[in-house]
């Protein structure tokens, strides 16, 4: 067994065994929902932070630099962006009412603010979304035990959902917290040691440079965080930004907060890192297409730089930080499924008096069908962005409108919320179909999906 393999196994095991031992100390339902609105700022960081790197801002985003060079700072860069408008413009408000009405989930404030409908609209959407990310971050898992092992990548998947299910299923989000503080951790000093070494061994960025001047098509783009257009920035931003605002996920998160101080400085902090941390995997995408420039499978350029181009030990740390993304972003989107389950649809499941005991079993039981589902679609996806894609596209173009405008529209409707849903998904995937996802008058399919939710949520307000 490698050195690579070695660690990532012992890793994956602390994070079980620290889930387990975590558990014992959740104080009910309300401690696995949102940590009994106990999270301090540093801990309301991690935890976003944890989950925002994931298979997409990892392995994704250096198979974007590979691709497409500087300009892929946007991928993450709008994740950023996203994050901030979270955190001063709408966490605030969603949290005063998280607080006020002791709301859990999403669901919890669309039933507040809309109706039943719209928490069962949001469940259903929210699912088949959900599934995909989930599939995403086990996909990624998978690429890096097949470079560092050479195994079949469904070993890998199913060594990730089984750990990730393990230590969620176990402590909600009481014990996923402490355990992203400890994977922050990981992350930070790998990506502090592996940058700098992977550019130094191509002669800093001036070497990077010149190498790109042989290899890429077009260098100057390739060497451009502009480099791929207006369009293209559009085109990450209009998915991105959106989608970081309302994620379920990341609202319920902000949701364990223990005030609203905490939501602004824990989420507005971790999206300045977010802003800077973009050009970290981006780089390492680049050093690696100037080392393999005719890499066959892009999405294999982050796990074959640090397992091949670098020093063992440096190697071994920076894959096992990767496979700390992929689970860190694969137990928060655990989080949004078994607690839709648990709380959107548990009044249907076990009745509506549902008593702590029981809703907590189910929140488990949903975490653990949800992790069995999600190997079953990443053993059958082929792309860590193609599911990634369909979720935040998914995620936006249904909740957007309805969320913010529950927030800041005087007397919102209920039906105009379950108008919006319903103009949402289906506009996306015709735009998408009819002009082969290049959207209409240079807008994104995403953007007109998004403007037909809000004509049909004005349309249907009253």
Not at 50 to 58: E, F, K, V
Not at 313 to 330: H, K, R, T
């Amino acid at each position: 067994m490698n050195l690579a393999l070695t660690v990532i196994l012992a890793y994956a095991a602390v994070l079980a065994a620290a889930g387990f031992y975590l558990s014992r100390r959740l104080e009910g339902a309300g401690g696995f929902f949102v940590a009994g609105r106990k999270l301090s700022p540093p801990l309301l960081f991690s935890t976003f932070l944890a989950a925002n790197l994931g298979a997409g801002t990892t392995v994704g985003a250096a198979q974007f630099g590979y691709e497409r060079g500087l300009g892929a700072w946007w991928w993450v860069g709008s994740a950023g962006l996203g994050s901030l408008l979270l955190a001063f413009v709408v966490g605030p408000r969603i949290y005063r009412l998280a607080s006020e009405h002791n709301l859990y989930t999403v669901g919890d404030y669309l039933e507040l603010r809309y109706s039943r409908a719209a928490r069962l609209a949001t469940a259903a959407f929210l699912w088949i979304g959900s599934l995909a990310i989930l599939a995403g971050q086990l996909i990624a898992m998978g690429l890096v035990l097949e470079v560092v092992a050479g195994l079949p990548r469904a070993y890998g998947v199913v060594l990730g959902g089984v750990i990730v299910t393990a230590y969620f299923s176990a402590g909600g989000l009481f014990s996923s917290a402490w355990i992203n503080l400890f994977q922050v951790c990981v992350k930070a000093v790998g990506f502090a040691l592996a940058v700098p070494w992977a550019l130094d061994g191509v002669g800093g960025w001036t070497g990077l440079a010149a190498r790109v001047q042989t290899f890429a098509p077009d260098p100057d783009s390739y060497l451009s965080v502009t480099g791929i257009g207006a369009a293209g920035i559009l085109g990450y931003a209009a998915v991105l930004i959106p989608s970081f605002i309302v994620s379920p996920g990341l609202i319920q998160k902000l949701f364990g907060a223990r005030d609203e101080p905490t939501v602004r400085v824990g989420v507005g902090l971790q999206g300045l890192v977010l802003l800077g941390y973009a050009f970290l995997p981006v780089l390492l995408g680049m050093v690696a297409f100037v080392t393999w420039p005719d890499l066959e499978n892009p999405g294999l350029a982050l796990p074959k730089l640090l397992a091949e181009a670098m020093p063992a030990a440096l190697g071994a740390l920076m894959l096992a930080a990767v496979f700390s993304a992929e689970i860190s972003s694969a137990d928060a989107v655990l989080f949004m499924l078994s607690t839709s389950v648990a709380r959107d649809l548990g009044p249907a499941l076990i009745g509506p008096a549902q008593d702590d005991r029981r809703l907590l079993r189910l929140a488990r039981v949903a975490a653990v069908v949800a992790g069995v589902l999600g190997v079953l679609i990443a053993l059958y996806l082929d792309s860590i962005l193609a599911a990634l894609i369909i979720f935040y596209s998914l995620l936006t173009v249904t909740l957007f409108v309805p969320l913010l405008a529950g927030l800041f529209a005087h007397k919102p409707g209920p039906r105009a919320a379950l108008a919006s849903m319903a103009a949402g998904a289906p506009t996306l995937l015709a735009v998408h179909w009819a002009t082969d996802g290049a959207g209409l008058f240079s807008l994104t399919p995403t953007i007109v999906a998004i403007l037909a939710a809000a004509l049909f949520y004005f349309l249907f307000r009253r």
